[in-house]
Structures are given as C-alpha cells and as structure tokens.
C-alpha cells in the first residue's frame, strides 16, 4: 500500500521542505506515499477528514492559542484519529515560542515537527510514521491500482475504478461517471487512460469506457448500452477495438 499524506495549514515553502525530507526517509526505507491534498480550509479539511478511506497521514500546522483560540487545527488531527486510529497525524509547530502551551493538546500525536524545518528534527518522525506503516502493511497485497483518486475543486474524492461506467472529455474538463455520480475535474482524457489501464478502452475521441460495466454494444447504431443507462457512442476508427471488447466480453 501507499500512504496517504494530507496537509493542512502548512505554509507552501516548509512544506515542501517537509516533502523533501519525508521524500528521503521514503527512499531509505522503501516505504512510498503520495500528497494528497493541500488546504488551508477548515470546511474542507473536515470534509476530507469525513470522506477519507484506507490509512492517511495528516500534516497539521499549528498556531498559537491567541491566533487560533478554539484550536481548529489540533481538533482536526483529533478527528482524523477518531475516524481511524490507524491514521497518523504529525503536528507542524510554526514558532517554538508558543510550543509549552500547545503542547499539552497534542497528546495521541505520531509526532511533533518544528519550524524552520530540518533534516536532523523531521527525520526521525517520518521514519516513525513510515517505519510503522510499512510494517503494519507492508506485506499486504498491492491494491492501489483497483482506485484512483480524482482532484477536483480543492477536494480528493477515491473512486474505485470498477464503479466508474464512463470517462467523458467536456471541453477542457473531465466527466468521471461512476454508478452513484458525476465527477467534473481539470484533466486530459489521455491522463486518465493511461491510469485506469486495459480494464478501460478509448471508444470514442471524446470518451473512455470500462469494459466490465458494458451492458450491450449496438453495432448497427454504434452505441454502447452501460449499466448505469447511458449509451455512448463508439467512432468508425474505434469499431475494430469494440469487437474486440465484443469478443472477450462473449457478446
């Protein structure tokens, strides 16, 4: 598996000062993650929180009582714990000053990181958090690519791939159509084909369909029939990939 890593309240230069570092921890130790999203919106922080699957590390910065008297960012690392105590969360304390009366509130955390960021400090808690998670799934059987996770509109919604019927390029955004809803992000079709793999087929310049969720093909009207209702239609150049599908599918 690989982990996760959503950031909350991190300014963008020490973040990627903590990417870099927690970059080499990853290499040394043969553990991967990946960044997921990075807001500095309580709203959407929450709701990433809520909507989270499998384990997530959350980057969470800190400031100080008077800044932040309700202590949003501490209560949201809180919540990510409570919503999987698998997941880690690493506070990012922006000025050590205010570290004796933050402190007492960050107890349950996978660790603590303070501002300016370096090697020497950070190391040791990403090889906490890696070294841990390695170990808890390390040896589990590699599944990543059943989902694909889709930025659309400051969020990162995880859709699993065999629940999307149908891909469709909209002018310059995209229409990812699962079962349950549509998904409208910033992305080339080209992208996302190269992604989802041979368990999609390209049908149409404008379209890409899974093959599992073909309900029938109508040949003479050049339309694929999908489980969720749709018909999109296949081009001339791509009827010898449809037979194909046709063909395997034992339509």
């Not at 079962?179 to 390209?202: C, H, P």
């Amino acid at each position: 598996m690989v982990l996760s890593v959503f950031t909350y309240n991190v300014e963008p230069e020490p973040l990627r000062k903590l990417i870099a570092i927690m970059g080499d921890v990853s290499r040394s130790l043969g553990v991967s993650f990946r960044m997921e999203v990075f807001t500095d919106n309580i709203t959407d922080a929450v709701e990433i929180i809520r909507k989270g699957e499998g384990v997530l590390l959350s980057l969470v910065g800190v400031d100080d009582k008077s800044s932040d008297p309700n202590l949003l960012s501490i209560r949201l690392g809180r919540m990510a714990k409570k919503r999987n105590r698998d997941n880690y969360v690493v506070y990012v304390i922006k000025d050590t000053s205010f570290l004796p009366q933050i402190l007492p509130y960050c107890s349950g955390a996978s660790g603590i990181v303070l501002l300016p960021a370096t090697a020497s400090s950070c190391k040791p808690v990403f090889e906490h958090v890696l070294n841990d998670f390695g170990r808890l799934y390390g040896g589990e059987q590699q599944t990543d690519e059943n989902w694909i996770h889709l930025k659309a509109k400051g969020k990162v919604y995880r859709v699993r791939c065999s629940d999307i019927c149908s891909i469709q390029a909209v002018n310059k955004m995209i229409e990812v159509h699962t079962m349950k809803q549509t998904i409208t992000l910033v992305d080339k079709l080209e992208n996302l084909e190269q992604e989802l793999g041979d368990a999609f087929v390209r049908c149409h310049r404008s379209y890409l369909i899974n093959k599992g969720r073909i309900e029938y093909i109508d040949f003479k009207d050049r339309m694929i029939h999908m489980m969720d209702g749709s018909g999109i239609p296949f081009s001339r150049s791509a009827k010898n990939d449809i037979q194909r599908v046709a063909q395997e599918s034992g339509d």
